[in-house]
T-cell receptor, first 113, second 113 residues
Framework: KAGVTQTPRYLIKTRGQQVTLSCSPI?????VSWYQQTPGQGLQFLFE???????NKGNFPGRFSGRQFSNSRSEMNVSTLELGDSALYLC????????????FGQGTRLTVV | DQQVKQNSPSLSVQEGRISILNCDYT??????FLWYKKYPAEGPTFLIS?????DKNEDGRFTVFLNKSAKHLSLHIVPSQPGDSAVYFC????????????FGKGTRLSVIA
């Protein structure tokens, strides 16, 4: 069974640009969550989608948005990039809303210059 | 306010000895706890979990202990191996309403041969 796939693995963008990251969950998993990891800050929750609906949202500005498609694949978008957005963005999938185990992808390393 | 705290940023242990990683939480509604292990440039890997109805869960060399009255959990690794060197994250969630996983900031474990 294939794991969670995130693309691209690495990305360099300039301040002010926008970026879209993609996540394909494990086959059969309908819940996708996104996290931001920065040094010393652990994993900060961004948002969670289930069946194309955003179920939970973390404390991030509106520049961060996401969506989920009917095949459970998810994208997150960051507009007007800032230097502080440089981080590892992780996607996790789980079976559904009551499943408590999340499986992570390898992440997308975003660098904003 | 950090709901899940890992107060030791790093820990060094000799190969063959026991590694004990600690985690404290403040939200009494948390009822499911997980430990993840993360190598550099990879996503976190699920290690072991425990429900609040238990006080201990064991899986091979890994044992998680939960002390609900103290709002404290710990991960024991016995015996420690060099391949265990990684960052370990504690995470928690509430069962009701499917709230997202809340992570600690992680503890970097170094197992010295």
């Amino acid at each position: 069974k294939a794991g969670v796939t995130q693309t691209p693995r690495y990305l360099i963008k300039t301040r002010g640009q926008q970026v879209t990251l993609s996540c394909s969950p494990i086959s059969g998993h309908r819940s996708v969550s996104w996290y931001q990891q920065t040094p010393g800050q652990g994993l900060q929750f961004l948002f969670e989608y289930f069946s194309e609906t955003q179920r939970n949202k973390g404390n991030f500005p509106g520049r961060f948005s996401g969506r989920q498609f009917s095949n459970s694949r998810s994208e997150m978008n960051v507009s007007t990039l800032e230097l502080g957005d440089s981080a590892l963005y992780l996607c996790a999938s789980s079976l559904g809303p009551v499943n408590t185990e999340a499986f992570f992808g390898q992440g997308t390393r975003l660098t904003v210059v | 306010d950090q709901q899940v705290k890992q107060n030791s940023p790093s820990l060094s242990v000799q190969e063959g000895r026991i590694s004990i990683l600690n985690c404290d939480y403040t939200n009494s509604m948390f009822d499911y706890f997980l430990w993840y292990k993360k190598y550099p440039a990879e996503g976190p890997t699920f290690l072991i979990s425990i429900s609040s109805i238990k006080d201990k869960n064991e899986d091979g060399r890994f044992t998680v202990f939960l002390n609900k009255s103290a709002k404290h959990l710990s991960l024991h690794i016995v015996p420690s191996q060099p391949g265990d060197s990684a960052v370990y994250f504690c995470a928690a969630r509430t069962g009701v309403g499917n709230t997202p996983l809340v992570f600690g900031k992680g503890t970097r474990l170094s197992v010295i041969a």
